[in-house]
């Protein structure tokens, strides 16, 4: 008797589990609707995945019956965070072999901007680098042309910086005005990924600036009141 009582609730448990559906019956679920995953991560949440996909982020259970959208805050520590964070920097991270990096020599930080050597405003936040390495900030960068990738110009020019033998050096000069002579594709490097998981992050103008929480900002910031930013997120 004792022995049927001991197995009884790990029955009872079993029986009252949720099926659980696999990341491609997820896949299939989410197909049905015109969206493509990209990934499919588990949660602080327990039974809810994040899903990254074309369309953007959604959320969905373990047993593939309910999907959301909208962004779902941590509270707990008193400043909203996007549970998607993780998802979200874990690809960007994906990217780091293809990413222009100016490393500083004592980090403290590292942040990821999407450019448009076209943009300004990039071309403004580009001349605070110097300063950022000082201050211990390594800068990485990823290819967002404002007008899409493909056949367009800026397109082109920026696969040439990303594709050159010296893409820092390029890319310094392209912020400088200089001359660079576009080409169409790239076998090293595809910005048309880093382009694609700019959209899928809601990225929508330039420079975007991916903080190592994965919080963006959008817009020029000054070298001092970015510092000020990453230091105040750090505590």
């Known amino acids: 008797m004792k022995k049927k009582l001991f197995w009884l609730p790990m029955l009872l448990s079993m029986v009252s589990m949720p ?20 990934s499919i991560q588990p949660t602080p949440i327990v039974g809810l995945n994040a899903v990254l996909s074309d369309k953007g982020i959604f959320y ?16 707990s520590n008193g400043e909203p965070v ?14 780091k072999n293809e990413m222009i990096v100016y490393k500083a020599d004592n980090e403290r930080h590292v942040i ?29 960068y990823l290819a967002f042309p404002r007008n899409g990738v493909g056949n367009n110009i800026v397109s082109k020019e920026m696969n040439a910086v990303w594709c050159s033998g010296f893409p820092n050096k390029s890319l310094d000069s392209a912020f400088k005005g200089d001359k660079i002579i576009p080409i169409d594709e790239c076998k090293k490097i595809n910005i048309n990924e880093h382009f694609k998981l700019g959209t899928m992050m809601g990225i929508q103008g330039t420079p975007a600036i991916v ?8 817009g020029y910031i000054s070298a001092q009141n970015l510092v000020e930013l990453l230091d105040k997120k750090e505590k």
């Open 19 to 38: 099926v659980l559906a696999d990341n491609a019956s997820i896949e299939e679920q989410l197909a049905k609707m015109q969206i493509k995953a990209e």
């Open 211 to 218: 903080l190592p929480n994965a919080s963006i900002y959008g």
């Open 60 to 75: 969905i259970t373990d047993d593939g019956k309910y999907l959301t959208a909208g962004p779902i805050y941590n509270i």
């Open 112 to 140: 990821t901007i999407f450019t448009d050597i076209s943009c300004p405003y990039c071309q403004k936040l580009h001349q605070e680098v110097p300063e950022l390495n000082k201050q211990g900030i390594t800068v990485r």
């Open 82 to 95: 996007s549970i998607a964070n993780q998802v979200i920097m874990k690809k960007v991270n994906s990217l």
